[in-house]
């Protein structure tokens, strides 16, 4: 006796042939490459690193990739032409309830972002990822469970003022120099996640007067608003040497 589901379940149209027939309006969205060099930049002003190996994320929201492979590729040209995306589509047509269940993806799937917000694939699984954005559009489901996640809390303020401070000093030939430093603060966890707490500090050495101070984000802010007082007073005191 022939098992009907089954039969119903080849007979289905597969993923590619209705993303290729029914594209979403996103498929044609190129995956961004996740910034190596600005993450770099932004590293010592992190004031929070949390991970979980059995979280759940918006899989509609992942928008890039680490791996240079996939980067620049439309969504559907990865579904339809990714060197390991064949046997994955496979896998996902024998066992769909792999990106359904709730639990810890065997194997795993690793997800990076830097404001909660947008995803990218980091470590493994940029072919099932796709799958899964294709596949919980025309299911209507959102969320992807079971999966490794690294969120980073970055303090974006702090890191403006600090460029800021660095593109005054350059712009006007200051011999000041600024490092910015991190260290770890405390950490929270328990079995499957950890959260890491730093602080960021601004170390600015002052070459023209001599001096070598620490300052935390507030005193960076009123050091870059002295240090643009102090050269708009040069400035006019340049325009117009008789003023005193």
């Not at 170390?203 to 005193?219: A, C, H």
Request: one cysteine or more; glycine letters at 8%; proline letters at 4%.
């Amino acid at each position: 006796m022939v098992d009907q589901s089954i039969a119903i379940d080849v007979a289905a149209p597969s993923l590619v042939d209705r993303a290729n027939k029914e594209p979403p309006h996103w498929a044609g969205e190129k995956i961004k490459a996740w910034d190596g060099a600005e993450f770099h930049r932004l590293e010592p002003f992190i004031t929070a690193t949390y991970w979980c190996d059995q979280g759940s994320i918006n899989v509609h929201r992942v928008v890039g990739t680490q791996d240079p492979d996939y980067q620049g590729k439309s969504w559907l040209a990865f579904l339809n032409g990714g060197k390991h995306m064949d046997s994955n589509l496979l896998l996902h047509r024998s066992n769909p309830g792999y990106y359904q269940d709730a639990g810890r993806k065997k194997p795993s799937m690793h997800f990076v972002t830097l404001d909660g917000l947008h995803y990218y694939v980091s470590i493994d699984g940029n072919h099932r990822t796709c799958i899964a954005k294709f596949d919980f559009h025309y299911s209507g489901r959102v969320m992807l469970h079971g999966v490794t996640i690294v969120q980073h809390q970055v303090d974006r303020a702090f890191y403006q003022y600090y460029l800021g401070l660095v593109g005054y000093a350059h712009a006007h030939e200051l011999p000041i120099h600024f490092t910015p430093q991190q260290s770890a603060l405390a950490r929270e966890d328990t079995g499957g996640w950890k959260l890491d707490h730093y602080q960021t500090r601004l170390k600015v050495d002052n070459y023209l007067e001599g001096t070598s101070e620490i300052l935390d984000r507030e005193q960076a802010l009123t050091y870059l608003v002295r240090l643009r007082a102090q050269i708009d007073k040069r400035s006019r005191f340049r325009l117009w040497p008789w003023s005193g």
